[in-house]
Antibody
Framework: QVQLKETGPDLVQLTQTLSITCTVSGFSLTTYNVHWVRQPPGKGLEWMGAMWNGGGTDYNSAFKSRLSISRDTSKSQVFLKMNSLQTEDTAKYFC???????????WGQGVMVTVSS | DIVLTQSPALAVSLGQRATISCKTN??????????MHWYQQKPGQQPKLLIY???NLASGIPARFSGRGSGTDFTLTIDPVEADDTATYYCQQSRNLPFTFGSGTKLEIK
């Protein structure tokens, strides 16, 4: 069955770099897109960016040049890297599957990341 | 960016109808489809897809949930509401990048 699972640190120091891995199963990264969405505690959902099935990427301009998304299709993994972390980056980070202009049909459980000073 | 506006909260009595609205500042229709989707999120959980392309019920979702709308005005209806429907409901557009979400409507069941 389709599964996505995020793994990453619970705590990251201020100004450091966040790295999260999304490991997928039950589908191919060359057929489906994988997106990153985050949610600060008690707040709404924010789209961060996408790894398209063809290997291209798109990013929310809100993250300027801080964000990078990559993948390893042989390991069925998609990676998020974001640098210069601030306290406002404290959030739960989700990866989600999507195709075409369709919705996010499967989501990982998310990983809660706290940025600490 | 396409901005999606939702009311922050709604309280509905058990067994009654809940109607949650989502208004966009740009048309999200394209070639006959409305690129608007709805999700339910309970505390501590990931969002769950309820409705896609404005009015299509996602797999496994009970028929108590329905969606309608086009252009810039969309609604999610739950009829009748059950206690387990207590959650926050988000709309999301996939018409244009960046994909955007509404701020969420928290549904309370009285």
């Amino acid at each position: 069955q389709v599964q996505l699972k995020e793994t990453g640190p619970d705590l990251v120091q201020l100004t450091q770099t966040l790295s999260i891995t999304c490991t997928v199963s039950g589908f191919s990264l060359t057929t489906y897109n994988v997106h990153w969405v985050r949610q600060p505690p008690g707040k709404g959902l924010e789209w961060m960016g996408a790894m398209w099935n063809g290997g291209g990427t798109d990013y929310n301009s809100a993250f300027k040049s801080r964000l990078s998304i990559s993948r390893d299709t042989s390991k069925s993994q998609v990676f998020l890297k974001m640098n210069s972390l601030q306290t406002e980056d404290t959030a739960k980070y989700f990866c989600a599957r999507q195709t075409g202009s369709a919705p996010f049909d499967y989501w990982g459980q998310g990983v809660m990341v706290t940025v600490s000073s | 960016d396409i901005v999606l506006t939702q009311s922050p909260a709604l309280a509905v009595s058990l067994g009654q109808r809940a109607t949650i609205s989502c208004k966009t500042n740009q048309n999200v229709d394209y070639y006959g489809n409305s690129y608007m989707h709805w999700y339910q999120q309970k505390p501590g959980q990931q969002p769950k897809l309820l409705i896609y392309l404005a009015s299509n019920l996602a797999s496994g979702i009970p028929a108590r949930f329905s969606g309608r709308g086009s252009g810039t005005d969309f609604t999610l209806t739950i009829d009748p509401v059950e206690a387990d429907d207590t959650a926050t409901y988000y709309c999301q557009q996939s018409r244009n990048l960046p994909f955007t979400f509404g701020s969420g409507t928290k549904l309370e069941i009285k």
